[in-house]
């Protein structure tokens, strides 16, 4: 009963922190992942000792398990198929280069085997899925081009790093075993992982198929964490890892077409897994050991966030993208995985790494975490300030510049994405002449294709801008997803170019203010207009009038879209200027054959009479009539103008609809 006693107290003490923490960390605006952290050192056994040492391993296990089921699951093979070669080498590439400088580092500096220092080399050249798609998302930065190489690299560096457990859990032996005994616990994992698999994948879309349709959320969530429990204890009959058994379960799930469903039921526990693991990973933070060997640990952590960075950005841009993006993606890349504690932790258990140098891992990859996560917010002016420093990068030679002086009262167009594609097509269509500037190959090869002008580069570069003719041209749109870069472009070309109109696209309401101060004649935020064009389809299906409709439309974008933002003034404008134009609305009647009108005069009919709606024009067969005289006798298929108030309209509507004359004497005789 004490030990029961023992682990609820601990329960309440990690929990009842992380709560206080993560509230803590909010109000401040900085990652909660590093007060967990923080937090774990803190109360663990090597800290104050609010948690006892023999239940940190417990919670740290079940931590990882559920967090690496979430990571499973989430890890679509989607993405992986869709990814284009050039993002499959910058990743491959960069786990490669950081692994091989790391492990090269280890061998001459300590008394490491090789194999002990490449697997070493490939902890410190992962990095941590959770921080960064963490810290992505809080900025709003995950579908920019930094978060799209960012999330591609950690998506293939979790498959590689899956590849390394498999063979890392096969290919170690037991004692005494030979080579033979090795092949042969090889080739036995192969097949029991093979026929799991493939019984699995049989299996569980159809199992899952049952519970989503007839157990409801609750039997949906129980069976997801049945899946992370009962791939940990696979794996662990098997020898293997128990964090690696759940992620493959998560990865075995992330096929079915309910995956959707049960990623939906399980996001509101993954923010508690996140807690409960890095808190527990903090408290496996031997303090003494981490304060006896300070020096060594604070050189090994600047050497990561220093060097890892920069092998990670000369990847990403021999991989062809520019070096703002290279230092932006390096630094978000710069702390140590989740999944290098997990490797490492595999390799202590099979006697590969001896335990002191394991603590020493643990201390490293807690301090690299932290490190990483704070440097994380800098990446986007560091970026930009690293680039400014290569010049030449932008240079784009003679021909960019003999099509920069041909360019002449046209539109630049930044970002050949859907937005901007979709815009060279129209311009294109409508003889406007427009360029584009665009630095992802692909994007490029297909503008080419479309035959537009391209020009390959940064627009965040003022000579970049220069060679699409920004002194010449027009109109400048600003079609990209990555706010910081779409705030510098607006600034830079309203400082060459204060008369030029600029449009840009954001997706950010707080963006709207920001880049109309800093020159933007029109800020269109993708949110506000996709809820503009369903309100006016909304409004239309209930027989609103056009130009009320029209009316409203121009009241929420007045102001910069202030009614949606909550702004009083620009309601009361907006309500007002409807007041006023509802007064003398217009819209179209088309006229059916079945209605009563058909053969009428103006004068028979007499609707100003009975619904005060005037009828001020009749189009047949596209040629129009203004003002028809008392004789004009309409026909099926003419279009009324109606001119009166909503009310007004609606009555003359609900009169013409009908297919007879009304019982009350409304139609009056020749």
């Not at 830079?492 to 109309?516: G, K, W």
């Amino acid at each position: 009963m004490e030990t029961n006693t023992h682990f609820l107290n601990a329960i309440v003490v990690i929990f009842g922190v992380a709560l206080v923490v993560a509230w803590l960390f909010r109000q401040v605006r900085a990652p909660s992942i590093i007060g967990f952290l923080i937090t774990g050192m803190a109360i663990g056994p090597f800290g104050w000792r609010l948690v006892g040492s023999e239940n940190v391993a417990q919670f740290s296990e079940i931590g990882l398990v559920l967090l690496l089921f979430t990571i499973g699951l989430e890890l679509s093979p989607e993405p992986l198929k869709r990814s284009r070669a050039r993002l499959a080498m910058a990743a491959l590439g960069q786990v490669g280069v950081t692994a091989g400088v790391a492990a090269g580092m280890l061998l001459a500096a300590t008394g490491l085997g090789v194999r002990a220092s490449l697997l070493f080399g490939v902890a410190v050249a992962l990095s941590s899925t959770a921080i960064a798609l963490k810290q992505l998302s809080d900025r709003d930065e995950t579908d920019s081009t930094n978060g799209t190489i960012i999330t591609g690299i950690l998506l293939l560096q979790d498959v590689v790093v899956i590849v390394l457990l498999l063979l890392l859990s096969m290919t170690t032996p037991n004692a005494g075993s030979g080579w033979t005994r090795l092949a042969v616990h090889v080739l036995v994992g192969l097949a029991v992982l093979t026929a799991a698999t493939s019984l699995a994948r049989w299996l569980l879309p159809r199992a899952l198929n049952q519970i989503v349709r007839h157990g409801g959320r609750e039997l949906t969530t129980l069976f997801a964490v049945l899946m992370a429990c009962g791939g940990a204890w696979g794996a662990s009959a098997m020898g293997w890892s128990p964090a690696l058994g759940a992620c493959i379960a998560g990865l075995l799930l992330a096929g079915a077409d309910q995956r959707h469903q049960l990623v939906a039921e399980i996001t509101p526990f993954r923010d508690v897994f996140n807690a409960l693991f890095f808190i527990s990973l903090g408290m496996l933070v031997h303090l003494d050991v981490l304060f006896s060997h300070l020096p060594l640990m604070c050189a090994l952590i600047a050497a990561t966030l220093l060097l890892k960075p920069l092998l990670t950005t000369g990847v990403v841009v021999a991989a062809g993208w520019p070096v703002r993006v290279g230092v932006h993606v390096g630094i978000g890349l710069c702390t140590v995985s989740e999944f290098g504690y997990v490797l490492m932790h595999q390799a202590g258990q099979q006697g590969l790494v001896p335990p002191d140098t394991m603590n020493l891992m643990v201390a490293y990859t807690v301090c690299t975490m932290i490190g990483g996560a704070i440097l994380f917010p800098f990446a986007g002016p560091i970026s930009h300030r690293v680039s400014g420093l290569f010049r030449g990068e932008a240079e784009s030679g003679d021909e960019d510049r003999k099509k920069s002086a041909a360019f002449k009262n046209h539109v630049i167009i930044v970002g050949y994405g859907f937005t901007g594609s979709n815009l060279a097509r129209m311009l294109t269509s409508t003889h406007v002449p427009c360029c584009v500037i665009e630095m992802d190959p692909s994007c490029v090869a297909s503008a080419r294709q479309a035959n537009i002008e391209v020009v390959v580069g940064d627009a965040v570069r003022m000579i970049i801008l220069e060679h699409a003719g920004v002194n010449t041209a027009r109109a400048l749109v600003v079609a990209i997803n990555d706010h910081e870069a779409t705030r510098r472009i607006v600034a830079q070309s309203n400082a060459r170019r204060p008369e030029l109109y600029t449009l840009a696209r954001t997706s950010f309401v707080r963006d709207i203010d920001a880049l109309y101060e800093q020159g933007a004649k029109l800020v269109i935020p993708q949110d506000f207009e996709t809820s503009i064009e369903i309100a006016a389809h909304i409004l239309r299906q209930f027989g609103i009038p056009d130009n009320i409709v029209e009316a409203q439309i121009a009241a929420v974008r007045v102001g910069g879209y202030g009614m949606l933002r909550g702004k009083a003034t620009d309601r009361a404008a907006h309500a007002e200027l409807i007041k006023i134009l509802e007064r003398t609305a217009t819209q179209t009647f088309y006229l059916a054959e079945q209605s009563f009108a058909c053969a009428l005069t103006v004068a028979q009919l007499n609707l100003r009479a009975y619904t005060g709606c005037m009828i001020i024009a009749v189009v047949r067969s596209g040629k129009p009539t203004t003002n028809p005289a008392p004789d004009f006798v309409f026909q099926a298929n003419d279009v009324l103008v109606l001119v009166g108030a909503h009310r007004q309209i609606e009555a003359a509507k609900a009169l013409l609809d009908r297919n007879e004359p009304p019982p009350t004497d409304l139609v009056q005789s020749p």
